[in-house]
C-alpha cells in the first residue's frame, strides 16, 4: 500500500505542472498580436481623391528655383503650361499625380527637382441644382457631396416642387444619363442608394 504521503506529494507536483503549463499558454496567447478590425479604409485612400477640373487654379512651385514658381490656371481644355515641362494634360488627374508628371518632365532639365502644387481654387468642380429650389445655381465640389446635401444647398424645394421626381443628369462623354431620385423615400429611410455621391458637372433638376 503506497504510504498517503507519497499520494499527497504525487497530487502536488501535478497541480504545480497543469499550473505551469496554464500560465505558459496564456503568456503565448498575450504575445500573439491582435488581429487589426477589417475596416475599409476612406474612399480617398483608396485612390478616390479630388480630381482637378478646367477652371481649378493651381500654385505651382519648384523647391529652391525661383523662376520656377507661378500661378496656374487649368485650361478649358483640360491643359496646362509651366516652364520646362511644356503643356501637358491636368484634367482628371489628382495633386499627386500631376505632381509626379511636373517632376518627370522637369527632372530632364533639373535633376533633382521637387514639385509642389497646391489646388488655390477648386472652381472646376462644380454641381449645379436647377429648378424649382429656393436658390437654383452652381455649386463648389470641394468635398463628396450627395443629392440631399446638394439640395439644402439649394435651399430645399419650393411649394410647388415635385420632390418626388427629381432627376439628376450625368453626362460621360458624348452620352447623358438620367437618374431618378424621390425625396419621399429618402425622408422616410427607404431605397437610400438612390441619395448618390454627385460627379462633377451633374446637374440636379427638381421639377
Known sequence: MTPPMFELRKLTLLALSLLCCGALSAVAAAAQPLA???????????????RLEPGDLLQ??????????????????GGISFPLAGDLPAAGHTVAGLTALLEARI????PDAVVTVAVKSAAGNRVFVIGKVQRPGDFALVGPLDVL????????????????????????GDAQTSLRFRYGDIEHGRRLEQNILLQSGDTVVVP
Open 149 to 172: 446635401q446638394a439640395l439644402s444647398l439649394a435651399g430645399g424645394g419650393t411649394p410647388f416642387a415635385d420632390m418626388n421626381d427629381i432627376r439628376i443628369l450625368r453626362r460621360s
Open 107 to 110: 527632372r530632364k532639365y533639373v
Open 36 to 50: 487589426s478590425p477589417s475596416v475599409e479604409p476612406p474612399a480617398r485612400q483608396r485612390g478616390l481623391g479630388y
Open 60 to 77: 505651382v512651385s519648384v523647391w529652391n528655383e525661383k523662376d520656377l514658381q507661378a500661378e496656374v490656371l487649368i485650361r478649358p481644355d
